[in-house]
């Protein structure tokens, strides 16, 4: 049986600190282009989230506003947030770094994270 967030990857950072921290790879789907008023997350599927912005796939600026919604949802400097796979690709890997999952355990934070995501889909309007 899978969980509904298996699609998201909780990997410990390697640092220096005291405090155990952890990235967060979420896979995306990219919509760049897209108008101002669809720009956000637009769907959390089963195995990658689908995310719109407006930005156009050039000199890196749908990477750097897709890195933005990120920093928004997870409350995270933008520094934080960064693609690690798919530069030049619709489809993106996306880290989330050096995040504290609390005492709850990894598998109550995806959950969390997943919760976080679904909330921040953009409702369409017709």
């Known amino acids: 049986m899978s969980c509904p967030y298996s699609f ?18 979420i896979p995306c789907y990219v919509k760049p282009n897209s108008s101002a008023r669809r720009t956000g997350i637009t769907n959390v599927g089963t195995n990658k989230v689908e995310i719109s912005v407006a930005a156009v796939p050039r000199d890196g600026a749908a990477n750097i506003a897709v890195s933005h919604i990120f920093a928004e949802i997870f409350k995270v400097p933008k520094s934080s947030v960064e693609v690690i796979r798919g530069a030049k690709s619709r489809e993106k890997t996306v880290r989330v770094a050096d995040l504290e999952i609390g005492d709850d355990g990894e598998e109550a934070y995806l959950q969390r994270a997943t919760q976080k995501l679904k909330a921040a889909v953009k409702i369409r309007s017709s």
């Open 8 to 25: 998201l990857r909780l990997i410990p950072s390697k640092t220096l600190c005291s405090r155990k921290l952890f990235n967060l790879h």
